[in-house]
């Protein structure tokens, strides 16, 4: 952004205005934009995608009828909640429990400074851009401790403690998991990431080394853990906690909850995607500035948002894992594979200093060739399920 | 007894993972299996119902004899009929026909020894209203002769469809002596 | 006020230094994953449970009560909300019970129309229980399958005898309707595409490492202990007692039919513990689609229901009846003293025992195992209640 700034005070906008200043508007009015134009929009649309894809997978068909193809239910569902009543358990801690949602909040909307939308538009592109994702994500803990215990409520309170423990183990593989891409590239910053990566497939950072492919997996079943989403939303088992820590949550702020559960999920697309798919680089198609952004901009939002919509299949699929489970996960298996993924790497490094085209095309097939089973595999579904297909309800 | 290598252990989750992934996806370019009631269905959902089905009870009072064989047989006297014989003309006046339907069960056993199957289940399950008042459903507005079974065939063109739906529907219930060959000479 | 008679203390434990406290959690009668309407007053040290108590009662109606009153013709449309899900056996129970009383004997193809519906609607329950087990578990999508299934099979049924769930379908003497003409067509229709969809829901699922850790090796009930404490279906066979109403004291058809009784082997942990449990219910839906089949080949001709009269007045004395359905062995007690209505009727109900071995099996298991145990139980509230 400050790269931008300074580009249009050049080319001799805002005459007269020191430079901090400009600076300090332009990112604060951008910050803005971002907030209430992407995140809410983005996360309240993604709670309606989440329920469409659900159902179709599920057999069913979903919300339909809030405007066309029932694309305003998630209007409909944030007006509702703003206009409930405000509700304050009795003997609840008043300040935790009224605090709780923004800390929250802030956690999660903080994170979105350093996320890159296009080549030049970022709010700030911090030289420790990566490393300060990680710790304002920690951020989420606090609020969650806050829910849990100042609910005035058992299950809420075993809801908070578990989702703290959760986020805090998960931390440790998800950084060991960030590393081997931060030796390569050297530098902690989205943007310096990305500029590293080219836009071919083989060029991406997953592809580029054995090690950065299981990193690749560490690291979305480490962040997946820590936006506590399936299989790992212990603190909000619906069947067995009847809500978690948001059990006694209603109104306001449970739709800060809410937001902050769903626009994780974006979060959780554009640390993958920065880190490992190429972010937005595009083949040189185009020298027109605009143009550019805008298809850097489409790049990235929609191998972004394909995460998302990962992350919501895998949540249809797969059961719970239990709390103990998931410390075992945690602690046995991804914390000494992603120590050994990160030795593995540097040893590569060390072995290879500028990439092995030989691995990287390899890794490319083995990437698509997962791929490819996969269809073979769901077409095998769909062949034994063709009698269930033609069958239709009776009326 | 389960293998608990830990190799095996993040093999079979990946392979196991992976196969139910697959039959997720799958399952996005199938048909989805709701109706959409109420209005995006083809044809009224009423009207797609099966002839057994047992849905608010409706009396064709044209055909009831006054047996008050349904009123016995109803476990939770959910149906009240006021009949006695007219001093003058010596035929069954009806002058009372309530159904309670916040009572009714359902059951159909008011509908099995109907004689004539006046008393008859309809497909009609919309029954949802504002009073409970307005739940026990009056038959009888203003006194009734009850019908009484010609030796032959009803002649009546009036009577004739009620008489004939409302033996179709008795006749569905079976009897001890019926030999009705039913689905075995259908297959 | 003490509302269970459980007194609520505290215990303070100080291990050097450090003081930790019990918590009572109430697992109370609203909660998504209970299976009707049950309460449960968990005391637990974290997530680990040392007491689980049930508290039961919420769903009382009296059924038996009632039963004095209306009869026994009047009767038959209760036992179905003994337990809704399994309906059908509930009928079956209690017009034999009466039939016994009274000497009658149904005709052959009444039996096998009994024994049709009935296995339509053991498949249906277990769908149900297998689904809301997975649901309980986390794994939303199976559920949803599982319903679709039973949504067909209600459709079926609904063509039977004209209701989805409270069928009234079976009378004393034998059935009440016969098979609609294409019945059996569109039974077995539907049976061709149902077995794939089995595999499917197993490949999803039944087969899924997550699912397997989490209900692998919890809860065992050993054999001796599942006998001691009375359980029996599924819960039973899956400690590895070979015990099956319809095969060990046959009644209705099921000697002329070919079965197998599947039971728990322990093939992912122990012997008797959840998954085993589960895997019984999957394997008894295979067996009812065979078992079906069969039917529908050879189903002979003739009456369905035996002559009985309006005022039913069995002679005086007693009759004790049991019947497989889909949650264990289901006894029926009627006492008669000659008049129309019976003197006393009793109902004894798998999910009774169900749910008194909960307590023992739970102490050490964690709050997320509980609901893991409940629902391989298959404990369903209307019928321990009744």
């Not at chain 1, 931390?171 to 080219?198: C, D, N, R, W, Y």
């Not at chain 2, 993040?10 to 196969?19: D, L, P, R, Y």
Request: proline share 5%; net charge negative; glycine share 8%.
């Amino acid at each position: 952004m400050q790269g931008f700034l300074d580009r249009l005070m050049a080319q001799g906008y805002f005459a007269g205005v020191p430079a901090e200043v400009v600076y300090a508007i332009g990112m604060v009015g951008f910050g803005l934009v971002v907030v209430l134009g992407f995140i809410l929009t983005v996360a309240g649309v993604t709670t309606f995608v989440e329920r469409r894809v659900w159902a179709r997978i599920q057999s069913r068909v979903g919300p339909n009828r809030v405007g066309p193809q029932g694309i305003l239910q998630w209007l409909a569902d944030g007006i509702k909640l703003v206009m409930k009543e405000d509700v304050v358990p009795h003997d609840a801690d008043p300040r935790l429990f009224r605090l709780a949602p923004y800390v929250v909040t802030m956690g999660f909307v903080a994170t979105f400074v350093v996320i890159p939308f296009t080549g030049q538009l970022v709010i700030a592109d911090m030289n420790v851009g990566i490393l300060y994702l990680t710790a304002v994500t920690a951020l989420v803990v606090v609020g969650i401790l806050m829910a849990g215990w100042g609910s005035n409520n058992k299950w809420s309170l075993i809801g908070g403690i578990r989702s703290a423990a959760q986020i805090v183990s998960y931390e440790i593989p998800a950084g060991l998991s960030i590393f081997p891409v931060v030796l390569l590239t050297g530098t902690l910053s989205m943007q310096g990431t990305i500029q590293a990566q080219g836009w071919a497939p083989y060029h991406w950072f997953v592809f580029n080394s054995p090690f950065t492919f299981a990193a690749f997996f560490i690291l979305f079943i480490s962040i997946l853990a820590e936006g506590n989403r399936t299989p790992f939303d212990l603190p909000e088992a619906e069947t067995e906690l009847v809500a978690g820590f948001v059990t006694e949550y209603s109104g306001v702020r449970y739709l800060m909850f809410f937001l902050v559960e769903w626009g994780n999920l974006y979060v959780i697309g554009a640390l993958m995607t920065t880190l490992y798919l190429g972010g937005w680089q595009i083949p040189p198609v185009t020298s027109n500035a605009v143009v550019q952004n805008v298809l850097q901009f489409l790049t990235f939002f929609l191998k972004s948002y394909f995460w998302v919509l990962v992350a919501m299949w895998i949540r249809a699929t797969l059961p719970r894992v239990r709390v103990d489970q998931l410390m075992t996960t945690c602690w046995k298996y991804l914390v000494p594979i992603a120590f050994l993924n990160l030795i593995g790497q540097a040893v590569w490094i060390v072995l290879f200093p500028d990439g092995s085209r030989l691995a990287q095309a390899l890794m490319t097939l083995l990437g698509f060739g997962i791929i490819g089973y996969f269809f073979y595999r769901v077409v095998f579904h769909l062949r034994r399920a063709r009698p269930q297909m033609q069958f239709s309800p009776l009326s | 007894m389960r293998k608990s290598s830990y190799i095996g252990n993040i093999v079979s989750t990946a392979t196991t993972v992976f196969e139910g992934l697959a039959v997720t996806f799958s399952h996005f370019v199938r048909k989805p299996f709701t109706v959409q009631y109420p209005d995006r269905t083809d044809l009224r959902v009423q009207d797609t119902l099966p002839f057994r089905y047992r849905g608010i009870l409706e009396v064709d009072l044209e055909i009831c004899t006054g047996c008050l064989a349904c009123e016995r047989a109803c476990p939770i006297d959910c149906i009240v009929i006021d009949a006695k014989k007219d001093p003058q003309t010596k035929a069954m006046l009806l002058t009372r026909f309530d159904i309670d339907l916040a009572k009714c069960m359902y059951c159909g056993l008011c509908s099995e020894p109907c004689p004539t199957g006046s008393i008859h289940h309809t497909p009609e399950f919309e029954g949802a209203d504002y009073s409970l008042e307005s739940l026990v459903r009056r038959f009888v507005q203003e006194p009734v002769v009850a019908y009484k079974p010609k030796k032959g065939a009803e002649d009546d063109p009036e009577i004739l469809p009620l008489l004939e739906r409302g033996l179709r529907y008795v006749d569905e219930f079976a009897t001890p002596e019926s030999k009705k060959a039913g689905a075995a000479a259908e297959s | 006020m003490s509302l269970t008679g459980y007194e609520v203390e505290v215990e303070r434990r100080g291990s050097a230094g450090l003081t930790t406290e019990e918590m009572t959690l109430n697992m109370g009668p609203q909660h998504p994953s209970t299976h009707g309407v049950l309460r449960f007053v968990v005391k637990a040290d974290g997530e680990v449970m040392i007491e689980a108590i049930p508290d039961v009662g919420y769903l009382h109606r009296s059924i038996e009560k009632i039963a004095e009153k209306v009869g026994y013709h009047g009767f038959m449309p209760y036992t179905d909300r003994v337990d809704y899900i399994a309906a059908m056996f509930c009928n079956q129970g209690w017009g034999m019970v009466c039939e016994r009383l009274a000497g009658i004997e149904v005709p052959k193809r009444g039996e096998y129309c009994r024994v049709i519906a009935a296995e339509f609607n053991r498949i249906a329950s277990h769908l149900l229980s297998v689904g809301t087990m997975v649901l309980d578990i986390g794994a939303a999508t199976p559920f949803f399958h599982a319903f679709r299934e039973r949504e067909r099979i209600n459709d079926l049924l609904e063509e039977l005898c004209g209701a989805r769930l409270t069928y009234n379908y079976m009378r004393i003497g034998g059935v009440a309707w016969d098979l609609p003409p294409g019945f059996a067509e569109k039974s077995l229709a539907f049976l061709d595409q149902f077995e794939p969809l089995l595999d499917e829901f197993n490949d999803l699922i039944t087969l899924n490492k997550l699912y397997i850790e989490r209900v692998a090796d919890v809860a065992v009930i050993s054999a001796e202990e599942a006998i001691n404490y009375n359980l029996v279906g599924p819960n039973l066979r899956g400690s590895g007692v070979k015990y099956d109403v319809r095969c060990d004291l046959a009644y209705s058809v099921y000697p002329e039919l070919e079965f197998d009784v599947p039971v728990g082997c322990g093939e992912e942990g122990t012997v008797g513990d959840c998954f085993d449990r589960y895997i019984v219910r999957i394997r008894e839906i295979k067996e009812s689609v065979k078992i079906l089949r069969q039917c529908f080949k050879q189903m002979p001709d003739g009456p369905v229901i035996a002559k009985v009269p309006r005022k039913f007045k069995p002679p005086a004395g007693d009759a004790y009846v049991r019947v497989e359905s889909a949650r264990g062995d289901m006894g029926w007690y009627a006492v008669s003293d000659g008049t129309e209505f019976p003197y006393r009727c009793r109902i004894r109900t798998g999910s009774f025992s169900g749910i008194s071995i909960v307590d023992k099996v739970s102490r050490g298991l964690m709050l997320a195992d509980l609901v893991a145990v409940i629902a391989s139980l298959d404990i369903v509230a209307p019928e321990i209640d009744r």
